[in-house]
């Protein structure tokens, strides 16, 4: 049997990056769909992986796309014939969707069932994992399960709560290997500036370093449940190597607000968070999730994957990663 082929969209991002190296590392082919209209540079954070075109034994690919084109999906995928595919295509910042409704739903909603449809119209024999998220519980109380009755509050949440039933139901209705990994907040210092974690450690750096005084945040109340990201894809990974097509929460069963994070990450690097943290309105959202907090005892006891970073060492994790990055741009 040949090597494993995977196709993920999303490649660029900070989940489709951990994912292209882990699958690498695995002896994968593996095909990444990039938005011809990304800014340049967008691929930096597969700069360590990507290798020159013409480079022999090159295993990874980048075509140009987007899953709002039905017809390109349908092409590529029959073209690729993908083993595994990992849907992360979407517009992900909760609070960022509230401005661009329309758009999230596009792309995080419509463009999950464009791929699923495209997977079936090709009539390859694919397995899928759908990146869902904690947003789909909204204000259902914590800590969250598989079982959990889902309350999004924001259009993404409501976006990503589309993707999730439409890849059950190309599961039950066309016998589809589909699976959604109902991801809690995870991070590294591959996550976006705009997200408020690696805002946080992004400013201590530079803080710190002298370049700023303080930072602005919105409410500081809000408990999330706070992960590594490359352990996250390894789970993601997991999911599509079992016998049956299942859906799982991928959390710590660990939840920290974020005035505590903000508090840890300060204190890695000897300050004080409230000598440079203020609030800021325009940053609340307007419905609020106050509490996400994930019960992985379902993934735990049936794959046996496990979080082994917490929410402080992450944080000091990221701080350091900011640290150096700031260092080597300095030089």
């Given at each position: 049997?040949?090597?494993k ?25 593996v ?13 930096s ?26 017809g ?128 946080i450690?992004?400013a ?25 990201a ?35 990450a ?36 049936a ?17 350091d990663a ?10």
């Open positions: 049997m040949g090597a082929v995977a196709l993920i969209t999303g490649i660029t991002g900070q989940d489709g990056s951990y994912l292209a190296e882990l699958l690498l590392g695995k002896g994968y082919e095909h990444g769909i990039v938005r011809r209209s990304s800014h340049i540079g967008n691929t954070r597969l700069d360590a992986i990507y290798q020159d075109p013409h480079e022999s034994g090159r295993r990874l690919f980048l075509h140009y796309g987007d899953v709002t084109d039905a390109l999906m349908v092409n590529l995928i029959r073209d690729i014939t993908p083993t595994e595919v990992y849907n992360f295509a979407a517009q992900s910042h909760v609070r960022v969707s509230f401005d661009l409704p329309d758009y999230t739903a596009n792309v995080t909603a419509l463009g999950a069932i464009r791929l699923l449809e495209a997977i079936r119209a090709a009539r390859i024999d694919a397995r899928v994992f759908q990146a869902s998220t904690s947003e789909l519980y909204g204000t259902t109380p914590a800590p969250q399960s598989e079982l959990t009755p889902f309350h999004p509050r924001s259009p993404y949440g409501v976006a990503k709560l589309y993707a999730y039933w439409s890849a059950v139901n190309y599961r039950e209705a066309f016998d589809l290997f589909a699976c959604n990994g109902i991801a809690f907040n995870h991070e590294s210092p591959r996550r976006g500036e705009t997200f408020v974690t690696r805002k450690t992004r201590v750096a530079r803080i710190e370093a002298g370049l700023e005084k303080r930072v602005y945040l919105g409410n500081m109340q809000a408990v999330r449940d706070w992960g590594y490359p352990e996250y894809v390894e789970a993601m990974w997991r999911m599509l190597q079992q016998d049956r097509p299942d859906d799982y929460v991928i959390a710590t069963g660990q939840g920290a607000s974020v005035e505590q994070f903000c508090a840890a300060f204190a890695h690097a000897g300050m004080d968070w409230r000598d440079h943290v203020e609030y800021d309105a325009r940053y609340e959202r307007p419905a609020e999730v106050p509490h996400l907090i994930g019960d992985p005892s379902k993934i735990e006891a794959i046996g994957w496990r979080a082994h970073t917490n929410w402080e060492a992450l944080a000091a994790l990221m701080v900011d640290r150096q990055a700031l260092a080597q741009n300095r030089e």
